[in-house]
């Protein structure tokens, strides 16, 4: 079975500061894809990033970016200098390669104020 | 393209009453997907669509709950009889494809917010 932990339920921060969305994970498979997602206040659910079990480089997108680490089991997410608009409840997912069905961890409430 | 559609946006409706969501999935992807999202539960697997056909739907509370898949273009959820603990966010997501060569990032709709009184 798969399973997401994501420990942090709500963080809050002042603007430009940086924070970190820890993500551990539980599978039996050998290969497997990693989400995160964004869900505003609007609730609608944003894919932000996938990343596969083979490839464990670290990512960078803007202000955002990845730290995966298969040792311990971890993909966890950074944001940069944070902004107000970053304030979202944010989801760690994981799938096997098979399928497409994900496994949601329970969500970290960013909160960011000015 | 517009993106996974599903309608209504909210849905009020007695306890007892038949409910109906419905999802149009980005054209082109063959892989259709109900989650619904509760405070206590947090989002979870309904059922899994591969080319119409339901893969998995383990997820589905119970009888009560029922989701088809006419063509590639339309899905429905359906609830009858609807209970209040059913009140959620259900949403519909869409991927192109299945497997380790495929691109198989899930693409959300905006939800319908359920409430069952």
């Known amino acids: 079975a798969q399973k997401v932990t994501q420990a942090q339920t709500e963080i809050s921060v002042v603007e430009k500061e940086d924070v970190t969305l820890d993500c551990v994970y539980e599978t039996r498979d050998t290969t497997y894809y990693l989400f995160w997602y964004k869900q505003p206040p609007s609730g609608e659910l944003v894919f932000l990033i996938r990343r596969n079990s083979f490839d464990e480089q670290n990512e960078i997108s803007g202000r955002y970016s990845w730290n995966f680490q298969k040792s311990t089991s971890s993909f966890n997410f950074t944001i940069t200098a944070s902004q107000v608009v970053d304030s979202a409840v944010y989801f760690c997912?994981?799938?096997?390669?098979?399928?497409?069905?994900?496994?949601f961890g329970k969500g970290t409430m960013l909160l960011v104020s000015p | 393209d517009a993106g996974v559609i599903q309608s209504p946006r909210h849905e009020v409706t007695e306890m007892g009453q038949e409910v109906t969501l419905r999802c149009k999935p980005i054209s082109g992807h063959n892989s259709l997907f109900w989650y619904r999202q509760t405070m206590m539960r947090g989002l979870e697997l309904l059922i899994y669509f591969n080319n119409n056909v339901p893969i998995d739907d383990s997820g589905m509370p119970e009888d009560r709950f029922s989701a088809k898949m006419p063509n590639a273009s339309f899905s429905t959820l359906k609830i009858q009889p609807s209970e209040p603990r059913d009140s959620a966010v259900y949403f519909c997501?869409?991927?192109?494809?299945?497997?380790?060569?495929?691109?198989?990032?899930?693409?959300f709709g905006q939800g319908t917010r359920l409430t069952v009184v």
């Open positions: 997501a869409s991927s192109l494809g299945q497997g380790a060569n495929v691109d198989t990032e899930a693409f």
């Open positions: 997912a994981l799938s096997d390669m098979r399928y497409s069905t994900l496994t």
